[in-house]
Structures are given as C-alpha cells and as structure tokens.
Nanobody, 132 residues
Framework: QLQLVESGGGLVQPGGSLRLSCAASGFTLGNYAIAWFRQAPGKEREGVSCISKTGSGTDYVDSVKGRFTISRDNAKKMVYLDMNSLTPEDTAIYYC?????????????????????????WGQGTQVTVSS
C-alpha cells in the first residue's frame, strides 16, 4: 500500500526553524517527483517547493525562496523540507505529494509544478504554527 507520512510540524516562534519529513512506503521513491504543499485556514492549498526524482532539480515559490530547502534521500525513502526564518504567514498544514511525472512534463502538461491534479498520492499533513 503506497503511503506518504509527514512529520516534524509544531509550534515555533517567528524567526525559528523546523524540519519537516515525508516518509514514503509501499513504492520506489526514486520513481516519483515530490512536492510540498501547504494550506492555511480559509485559503486554497498552494505549492511550496518540489524536487525531481533524482534530487538534481528543485523549485521554490517566491514566498519561501532563500528560507526553505527541499531535499531527498531515495535510499531512506525520505523527503525533507528545512524551513528557516519562519513567519506567521507560514502557518498552515503542510502536505507532501508524489507524482510519477517528471517535473518538466508536469509543468508542460498541467501548466505548473504545483498543479494539485498532477499529483497521484498525498500524505495526511502536519500542522505548522508560527506564533509568539
């Protein structure tokens, strides 16, 4: 059974850091590109960052560039999102998602790296709250 499980969320003060983890099971992680999405209360789910199947390519939305870093370890079947300089605007439920498409193909076919329709599998999410 293919499964993605996020962990690492929590309450952090503004300016703080968190590392989110996404554990994959039931499939070969290296066959999938992975993205992190987030959804704040009352807002639509939005893409945050994505990483290619091998990890050679990454992308970040403007609001997190320079603060977040995505990485993966296919042997350990793990994907990570290191988040620094967190602000209250980063408060959301964070989800990891997997697509069997390559990121360029996803962008060409769906118009964006972060088209939710392009992702086959989703985790249950982990809450990140940034507050003093």
């Amino acid at each position: 059974q293919l499964q993605l499980v996020e962990s690492g969320g929590g309450l952090v003060q503004p300016g703080g850091s968190l590392r989110l983890s996404c554990a994959a099971s039931g499939f070969t992680l290296g066959n999938y590109a992975i993205a992190w999405f987030r959804q704040a209360p009352g807002k639509e789910r939005e893409g945050v960052s994505c990483i290619s199947k091998t990890g050679s390519g990454t992308d970040y939305v403007d609001s997190v560039k320079g603060r977040f870093t995505i990485s993966r370890d296919n042997a350990k079947k793990m994907v990570y999102l290191d988040m620094n300089s967190l602000t209250p605007e980063d408060t959301a439920i964070y989800y990891c998602a997997a697509t069997s498409m390559s990121l360029p193909a996803l962008r060409d076919y769906r118009g964006s790296f972060y088209s939710t329709e392009g992702y086959d599998y989703w985790g249950q999410g982990t809450q990140v709250t940034v507050s003093s």
